[in-house]
């Protein structure tokens, strides 16, 4: 089946409306026309073949919102009508030890990303969310609360569950202390969540202008990180720190400012490595730096109901298909409060 979608055809050129096709619909598929697709930055990254690993045609878009218009004959836990997700991922080999964990992000064989990817049944290209319909596993679609703005959900598919996973692996809960590092697109996911949580967030910024809006969404303070004054204030109070920005960056600072025993978090993934950490107060405190890839399908639905449940969902600037390269100029430029979201609807093809 063909089906109308913006395509990348070279890493040159931009994004063009156009056709790709669908795959035929297996029994275990669910196909959902897509109502809203966020815009994340790695959308951009793989359109442009910044991490030298992009097929061409590409369609991006990993953070869908959709209806289901058809159901594969062993589908028993979704019906068509019904409203739901699809993230990062749309496969995994489903035999490995992670897979059997219920964390098919780290899948031993590699999941299979909802774009980008290879298809199991055809060897094809999968083809993401900036488009008409989307063909996937059930097992990989989850359930959307019905008391939240389905486009403002959006984001949530990636940029939520990416900074809830490890909100939930480290058990962070009431009184606990969070630091967040950048207030973008994830950064703003992390301190809505971890506050929700009942957390005290700390969030860290270069820039003096975002404290209104970091406290507006629930931050208890402000740091401007180039203030050494304001750094050292707020020395060893912290349980954990996400670090939510994509670029490489000193982690010295931001480790003086836990506790013993206390998490880095890596987030976001720098084009650079970032520069050694000093190992000292590492070993005498005991203080870790971690990564973390996403998050499982079960998180994904955990976070939902969890953001259901708390009426939270992401700030969201609404654009058209055909101002997708637009949007891609304002975010390299960080000039969005905090993500883009396609609306298929009022997209011409």
């Not at 992670?98 to 031993?108: D, G, I, P, S, V």
């Not at 109901?305 to 009426?311: R, T």
């Amino acid at each position: 089946m063909k089906i109308n979608a913006l395509i990348a055809d070279d890493a040159s050129q931009p994004l063009k409306a156009g056709q790709v096709e669908l795959r035929d619909m297996q029994a275990d598929d669910v196909k959902i026309e897509i109502l809203y697709c966020g815009v994340c930055h790695s959308d951009l990254h793989m359109a442009r073949n910044e991490w030298g690993v992009s097929r061409y045609p590409l369609v991006p878009g990993h953070e869908i919102v959709g209806r289901i218009v058809e159901t594969g004959e062993s589908v028993a836990n979704f019906n068509t009508g019904d409203i739901v997700g699809v993230g990062v991922m749309v496969d995994s080999c489903g035999n490995c030890h992670f897979c059997q964990q219920q964390e098919e992000q780290y899948c031993a064989e590699g999941f299979t990303p909802t774009y980008n990817g290879t298809d199991k049944y055809t060897g094809g290209t999968t083809f993401g969310g900036y488009a008409q319909h989307v063909v996937a596993d059930h097992r990989f679609v989850v359930s959307i609360p019905d008391n939240l703005p389905l486009n403002a959900v959006a984001p949530l598919l990636c940029a939520g569950v990416t900074v809830w996973s490890p909100l939930r692996h480290f058990n962070v809960k009431a009184g606990d202390r969070v630091g967040v590092i950048g207030l973008g697109g994830l950064g703003h996911m992390a301190v809505k969540l971890a506050s929700a949580l009942g957390a005290e967030v700390t969030l860290f910024t270069t820039s003096p202008n975002k404290g209104e809006d970091a406290l507006r969404l629930g931050a208890k303070r402000v740091v401007v990180s180039r203030d050494a004054e304001q750094m050292a204030a707020c020395q060893t109070s912290l349980d954990i720190i996400l670090d939510c920005v994509a670029a490489p960056h000193d982690l010295d600072p931001y480790l003086a400012t836990l506790k013993t025993n206390g998490h880095l978090v890596l987030v976001g993934i720098p084009d650079q490595p970032h520069p050694s950490p000093n190992v000292t107060p590492m070993v005498f405190r005991r203080l870790s730096i971690t990564g973390t890839s996403i998050g499982s399908i079960r998180e994904t639905q955990e976070m939902l109901d969890f953001c259901g449940q708390h009426n939270i969902t992401a700030d969201v600037e609404m654009i058209k298909g055909d101002e997708t390269e637009a949007a891609f100029a304002r975010m390299l430029k960080s000039d969005v409060k905090y993500r883009f979201v396609i609306d298929m609807q009022k997209t011409h093809w």
